[in-house]
């Protein structure tokens, strides 16, 4: 509460407030209070006398307020609603995740596919020909244009230098997943070259490091898109275990980014290896069985 002491008068009696008023008048103290509450009084703030009201010390009044920030609560100020997010856990690879159900503050319910049911590294559907990455569950929200896929693969040692992991950067584990990552019967270089990162960044959990990367990666134009700069618009999370990398990816279209990218950051932040139990099955095992 703000507390200016200025010159005005008692009150004015109801009755004499639409009436003409002298212009000279006797000014006494008094203190007129403001507040930021949002039940504001439903009397005036001025007081003014039985004779009339001081025109200068209601200048005054006006003069001070003008120049003070009155601390009002806005009615579109309210703190944004979280996403809601449900949680997929697959017990054949060991890993989980968080993905959102509904954006409540951008009054958008997604509407989920699961299009890979989660299955062992041996069966899943290879990324590129060498057959090295495979997605080993997927889904996907046609609608909004979203992709939530988990895959697994092999270091590229041609981009890893080392066998120790301490010592990968999170630039180097990108190109590493982004080298193999491709349809089409090219050179990693190649294929690397058909994506861009943007930014990387790794953290340790629970002792071992998490590895995230943001990167664009190159469309062709569709019936329903037929802008020459289509992109997907990609976040990931990779960690190592048993010799191989566990890479979530999440992506939109770049043109949705500002809408959809902060919850997908959420989805890809809160991907975690789990303990293995009996259901896991180790990518390296039983390499030719494919059901």
């Given amino acids: 509460m703000v507390l200016l002491s200025l010159q005005t008068l008692p009150l004015l009696p109801n009755t004499h407030r639409n009436q003409v008023l002298p212009r000279k008048c006797r000014a006494q103290e008094r203190i007129v209070s403001f507040s930021s509450s949002s039940s504001m009084p439903q009397k005036p703030y001025l007081s003014l006398s039985s004779n009339g009201f001081c ?94 896929s988990v895959s697994i693969g092999p270091p590229n040692f041609q981009i890893l230098k080392s066998m120790d992991k301490s010592t990968w950067t999170a630039k180097d584990v990108a190109d590493s997943v982004l080298a193999d990552k491709s349809a089409l019967r090219v050179t990693s270089t190649q294929r690397k070259a058909e994506s861009s990162v943007l930014d990387t960044h790794s953290d340790a959990i629970d002792g071992e490091p998490y590895w995230y990367y943001e990167y664009l990666v190159r469309k062709s134009p569709t019936k329903s898109a037929q802008e020459s700069n289509l992109y997907r618009h990609y976040v990931a999370s990779t960690v190592e275990r048993d010799g191989f990398l566990y890479t979530l990816n999440a992506s939109t279209l770049s043109k949705q980014w500002d809408q959809m990218g902060p919850v997908l950051e959420k989805t890809v932040a809160s991907f975690r290896l789990l303990p293995s139990t009996d259901s896991y099955v180790p990518p390296y095992k039983d390499p030719w069985r494919f059901w």
């Fill in 55 to 148: 025109r200068r010390g209601v200048l005054i009044l006006l003069g001070l307020t003008s120049s003070l920030p009155l601390m009002l609560p806005s009615p579109g100020c309210h703190a944004e609603e979280e996403p809601k997010m449900a949680s997929v856990v697959d017990e054949i690879n060991a890993y989980t995740y968080m993905y959102p159900l509904e954006l409540p503050s951008e009054k958008v319910v997604l509407k989920w596919v699961e299009s890979r049911k989660p299955e062992r590294y041996s069966s899943a559907a290879p990324l590129s020909p060498d057959a090295r990455l495979r997605i080993v569950s997927e889904r996907v929200d046609i609608i909004d244009n979203l992709i939530l």
